[in-house]
């Protein structure tokens, strides 16, 4: 069964060291997101993305975030300017045309010290 | 403001021993909404999407049903191997085609044998 593929699994960072969070989407599918998850709180959208733009922000995605899909078959989270409150679960999702069911990477752990 | 609000926030069973979950969402024109399984460090793993008032789905000893107001998720005869988060999630027809989710904080269900 196709699935979503995330790397690294975990990354451990500096403070305000950058950090790229690598996704494979499912192949066929064209519409990506990343969420995050800080340790025992809701799972947040952070971005959309479609036809190498960005289709919708979260008021967390800021000036440090940004995301791209280099070759065409993976897709990026940089943070460029990692912050303490940073660490969290980054999830990848991708959706399929005309479907509304966005399906789950197994996540990036990211911890900044 | 679109909200989803899970309960109860922990859940613990016999094993065989049924019982239902709850989600409560307001939102502003409702597009779908997803039920998905979160194991501990993992990704939330898909369930069943739900698009209108009425609609079920089952699979295996899970059950969704919808109205308008809430989703409840039917666990019959859970075994150990239900153990986990169970996470619920709403789209709104507002926004952008790619349509971000809005999570709720999920109910821990731990059967025991």
């Known amino acids: 069964e196709p699935e979503v593929t995330q790397t690294p699994s975990h990354q451990v960072t500096q403070m305000g060291q950058e950090v790229i969070l690598r996704c494979v989407p499912i192949s066929n599918h064209l519409y990506f997101y990343w969420y995050r998850q800080i340790l025992g709180q809701k799972v947040e959208f952070l971005v959309s993305?479609?036809?190498?733009?960005?289709?919708?922000k979260s008021e967390i995605f800021d000036d440090q975030f940004s995301v791209e899909r280099p070759d065409g078959s993976n897709f990026t989270l940089k943070i460029r300017s990692t912050k303490l409150e940073d660490s969290a679960m980054y999830f990848c999702a991708t959706k399929a045309s005309r479907e509304e069911t966005q399906y789950f990477g197994p996540g990036t752990r990211l911890l900044v010290l | 403001e679109d909200q989803v609000t899970q309960s109860p926030e922990a859940l613990r069973l016999q094993e065989g021993e049924s019982s239902s979950l709850n989600c409560s969402y307001t939102?502003?024109?409702?597009?779908?909404l997803f039920w998905y399984r979160q194991d501990p460090g993992k990704g939330p793993e898909f369930l069943f999407t739900l698009y209108s008032a009425g609609e079920e789905k089952e699979k295996e000893r899970l059950k969704a049903t919808l109205t308008k107001k809430e989703s409840f998720l039917h666990i019959t005869a859970p075994k150990p191997e239900d153990s986990a988060t169970y996470l619920c999630a709403v789209r709104a027809k507002r926004g952008s085609t790619l349509g971000r989710l809005y999570f709720g904080r999920g109910t821990q269900l731990t059967v025991w044998p």
């Open positions: 993305f479609y036809n190498n733009e960005i289709s919708e």
């Open positions: 939102v502003s024109g409702l597009r779908g």
